[in-house]
């Protein structure tokens, strides 16, 4: 409790809390991230980092939603629950991370608003393989951000607390949105059934132990059979010192205190979070909530000063030996004499431990459990973040020699698609060059009119197996004039038909697949791939394994061996059957296609 607004009231319990909360997080990211790419070398670290992220908030949203019904089962979780929201913010601003990282990586450096390509990449909400995960994250992450931005107390006060706690009970659906976000997107791209068994272990632990919880809550739930008017709640002699005893009345929970040989009854419910006082203890002459330690006076309900909180209380009175409430409830901060009985002493509630996170030192027992408990949750993060990048799907094989500019002597060529034609050492043999610009753009513009042209170019390069392709830096395309009498490459030989056919396979932009991005195929690269043949990059049918070097791929045009038309776009990381002519022009295979048909 605090008499006025402070970002956070630190004490060492909270620093401590922190401490192992930021090493838990810092180790989690880490080990995912360190195993993902010292068992896979082709992997990048942006999408390490992006999984890691993601992985590491969901984990701990994970360990949040179980602090509840654990701490309702084994009071020893209650140091773990008192700073619950120290870990809800923590946790929402990883998934803001997670969810920045991916946009700018999947969506940025297009023709369009980031925000707005995440909302225009060619899903299909009837087919999971296309269905569009990332706005169940979006979602997801709407929720996360609104419930750690009222997280306050002072949100509390001003929204009340049945609509602060209903707003928190988002938390649910957002688990919710994150199971589908993470089964429809990163799952699909997994290597084995590990990270689906984890994710639904994961989902089923959380609503069993709720279901546990719940199902234990019942037994205190139940009214007397018969009972009308006053309503017995227990015999005197078993309420200890302290501590409180719970009777049904009218459908709503009352605690029963003890205190100084004095009997007084309040409503169960407190009035910060709505935690149950009967589970509390009088400390310092105040009943203490165990969830964060608001305190109220047993005889009228009120805090004491400066405080103002109140709830209600409920006249009590003795007969046959039995103490029974009044069902009428008293309003909130109503003064009731207390019920005065004489009985022997009784062995102090305090015999068991109790603590609230504002009390300098937890109890050894309390303590020791809480202890055991933070390490089996940091374990079981790190366990399952290991274990995730494990299994994840082997990264392509291809590379981007980010930061690296390069100068190569050649010939443009506008078509089937913008080209660098590089003679080789025999000046015969041409090593082809697909142009992209940066960013999710083709090269079109830089290369317009200027067909069998000799240029001096300077590019990024990208290669995977034996095709190449040069990211065109901006201005990096110079005419070069021979000296006289140099004689430059050989004609280039004209294509040569192959025949038509029909190859079923996925369309994917090139400039990712062969090495800019990793995964560059499935689900999770659709909106990617959507953007960057709009935006120009050539289009390519790949057949055969997404991990093989050489996996056979054919650039795609119109059937009249135009530019790709714009929707093909539409059709990226689908299973598609294409029919057209098939020609091959040096290494390179094209199909001009004359029909595209989605081959679910």
Same mark, same amino acid.
């Given at each position: !409790?605090?008499?006025?607004?402070?970002?956070?009231?630190?004490?060492?319990?909270?620093?401590?809390?922190?401490?192992?909360?930021?090493?838990?997080?810092?180790?989690?990211?880490?080990?995912?991230?360190?195993?993902?790419?010292?068992?896979?070398?082709?992997?990048?670290?942006?999408?390490?980092?992006?999984?890691?992220?993601? /992985?590491?908030?969901?984990?701990?949203?994970?360990?949040?939603?179980?602090?509840?019904? $654990?701490?309702?089962?084994?009071?020893?979780?209650?140091?773990?629950?008192?700073?619950?929201?120290?870990?809800?913010?923590?946790?929402?601003?990883?998934?803001?991370?997670?969810?920045?990282?991916?946009?700018?990586?999947?969506?940025?450096?297009?023709?369009?608003?980031?925000?707005?390509?995440?909302?225009?990449?060619?899903?299909?909400?009837?087919?999971?393989?296309?269905?569009?995960?990332?706005?169940?994250?979006?979602?997801?992450?709407?929720? %996360?951000?609104?419930?750690?931005?009222?997280?306050?107390?002072?949100?509390?006060?001003?929204?009340?607390?049945? &609509?602060?706690?209903?707003?928190?009970?988002?938390?649910?659906?957002?688990?919710?949105?994150? &199971?589908?976000?993470?089964?429809?997107?990163?799952?699909?791209?997994?290597?084995?059934?590990?990270?689906?068994?984890?994710?639904?272990?994961?989902?089923?632990?959380?609503? @069993?132990?709720?279901?546990?919880?719940?199902?234990?809550?019942?037994?205190?739930?139940?009214?007397?059979? @018969?009972?009308?008017?006053?309503?017995?709640?227990?015999?005197?002699?078993?309420?200890? =010192?302290?501590?409180?005893?719970?009777?049904?009345?009218? @459908?709503?929970?009352?605690?029963?205190?003890?205190?100084?040989?004095?009997?007084?009854?309040?409503?169960?419910?407190?009035?910060?979070?709505?935690?149950?006082?009967? =589970?509390?203890?009088?400390?310092?002459?105040?009943?203490?909530?165990?969830?964060?330690?608001?305190?109220?006076?047993?005889?009228?309900?009120?805090?004491?000063?400066?405080?103002?909180?109140?709830? +209600?209380?409920?006249?009590?009175?003795?007969?046959?030996?039995?103490?029974?409430?009044?069902?009428?409830?008293?309003?909130?901060?109503?003064?009731?004499?207390?019920?005065?009985?004489?009985?022997?002493?009784?062995?102090?509630?305090?015999?068991?431990?109790?603590?609230?996170?504002?009390?300098?030192?937890?109890?050894?027992?309390?303590?020791?459990?809480?202890?055991?408990?933070?390490?089996? /949750?940091?374990?079981?993060?790190?366990?399952?973040?290991?274990?995730?990048?494990?299994?994840?799907?082997?990264?392509?094989?291809?590379?981007?020699?980010?930061?690296?500019?390069?100068?190569?002597?050649?010939?443009?060529?506008?078509?089937?698609?913008? !080209?660098?034609?590089?003679?080789?050492?025999?000046? $015969?043999?041409?090593?082809?060059?697909?142009?992209?610009?940066?960013?999710?753009?083709?090269?079109?513009?830089?290369?317009?009119?200027?067909?069998?042209?000799?240029?001096?170019?300077?590019?990024?390069?990208?290669?995977?197996?034996?095709?190449?392709?040069?990211?065109?830096?901006?201005?990096?395309?110079?005419?070069?004039?021979?000296? +006289?009498?140099?004689?430059? *490459?050989?004609?280039?030989?004209?294509?040569?038909?192959?025949?038509?056919?029909?190859?079923?396979?996925?369309? $994917?932009?090139?400039?990712?697949?062969?090495?800019?991005?990793?995964?560059?195929?499935?689900?999770?690269?659709?909106?990617?791939?959507?953007?960057? %043949?709009?935006? *120009?990059?050539?289009?390519?049918?790949?057949?055969?394994?997404?991990?093989?070097?050489?996996?056979?791929?054919?650039? %795609?045009?119109?059937?009249?061996?135009?530019? /790709?038309?714009?929707?093909?776009?539409?059709?990226?990381?689908?299973?598609?059957?294409?029919?057209?002519? $098939?020609?091959?022009?040096?290494?390179?295979?094209? !199909?001009?296609?004359?029909?595209?048909?989605?081959?679910?």
């Amino acid at each position: !409790m605090s008499a006025a607004y402070k970002a956070v009231n630190w004490n060492r319990q909270k620093f401590l809390y922190d401490g192992v909360l930021a090493a838990a997080v810092l180790a989690t990211l880490l080990a995912f991230v360190g195993v993902t790419l010292g068992l896979d070398p082709a992997a990048t670290l942006e999408t390490a980092l992006i999984r890691g992220l993601g /992985a590491t908030a969901f984990a701990l949203l994970t360990v949040i939603l179980l602090l509840g019904p $654990v701490a309702r089962l084994d009071p020893r979780a209650l140091p773990l629950l008192y700073n619950r929201r120290h870990l809800g913010v923590t946790m929402a601003l990883l998934a803001l991370a997670h969810a920045t990282f991916a946009l700018v990586q999947f969506h940025a450096l297009g023709d369009v608003n980031p925000l707005v390509s995440l909302l225009d990449g060619a899903a299909d909400w009837r087919h999971a393989a296309t269905f569009p995960f990332e706005l169940l994250g979006l979602g997801a992450l709407a929720i %996360l951000l609104l419930m750690a931005a009222t997280s306050h107390d002072y949100w509390l006060a001003t929204l009340t607390a049945p &609509v602060w706690k209903a707003l928190h009970m988002l938390a649910y659906p957002a688990y919710a949105l994150l &199971v589908g976000h993470v089964a429809l997107g990163s799952l699909q791209a997994a290597a084995g059934a590990l990270p689906g068994v984890l994710l639904l272990a994961s989902a089923l632990l959380v609503f @069993g132990l709720h279901l546990v919880a719940g199902w234990r809550e019942r037994a205190g739930d139940v009214e007397p059979a @018969g009972a009308t008017g006053w309503v017995p709640a227990c015999r005197p002699e078993e309420i200890r =010192e302290g501590r409180a005893r719970m009777a049904v009345v009218a @459908g709503e929970r009352v605690a029963v205190f003890r205190h100084q040989g004095t009997l007084s009854a309040v409503s169960n419910v407190c009035a910060h979070q709505n935690g149950p006082l009967g =589970e509390g203890k009088i400390v310092d002459g105040c009943i203490t909530c165990p969830w964060h330690g608001y305190q109220y006076r047993p005889h009228d309900g009120c805090s004491p000063p400066p405080f103002t909180e109140t709830i +209600p209380t409920f006249n009590l009175a003795l007969r046959d030996g039995w103490v029974v409430v009044d069902p009428v409830p008293n309003p909130p901060g109503t003064p009731v004499p207390p019920l005065r009985l004489d009985l022997p002493d009784s062995a102090p509630g305090g015999g068991d431990e109790f603590y609230v996170g504002y009390f300098p030192v937890a109890p050894a027992g309390i303590a020791r459990g809480a202890r055991l408990l933070a390490a089996a /949750a940091v374990l079981l993060a790190l366990g399952s973040a290991v274990l995730v990048a494990r299994t994840q799907g082997a990264a392509a094989p291809g590379r981007f020699a980010y930061g690296t500019v390069e100068t190569l002597r050649g010939q443009l060529r506008e078509h089937p698609t913008p !080209m660098l034609l590089v003679p080789g050492d025999d000046g $015969v043999a041409y090593r082809r060059f697909l142009l992209v610009g940066e960013g999710k753009h083709g090269a079109a513009a830089e290369v317009a009119g200027r067909d069998g042209e000799w240029v001096d170019l300077a590019g990024t390069r990208i290669a995977r197996g034996h095709r190449e392709m040069l990211e065109v830096r901006a201005g990096g395309i110079a005419r070069y004039t021979p000296p +006289p009498n140099v004689r430059l *490459g050989l004609p280039v030989p004209p294509p040569v038909a192959l025949g038509r056919f029909t190859l079923r396979g996925e369309i $994917v932009d090139s400039k990712c697949w062969l090495g800019v991005m990793k995964p560059a195929t499935g689900n999770v690269h659709r909106g990617c791939g959507h953007r960057c %043949l709009r935006g *120009g990059v050539p289009a390519f049918l790949m057949v055969g394994a997404h991990g093989d070097a050489d996996a056979l791929h054919l650039l %795609l045009t119109a059937e009249d061996g135009g530019p /790709a038309p714009g929707h093909f776009a539409e059709l990226v990381g689908r299973p598609v059957e294409l029919s057209g002519e $098939v020609v091959r022009e040096g290494d390179l295979l094209v !199909m001009r296609v004359a029909q595209a048909v989605v081959a679910w």
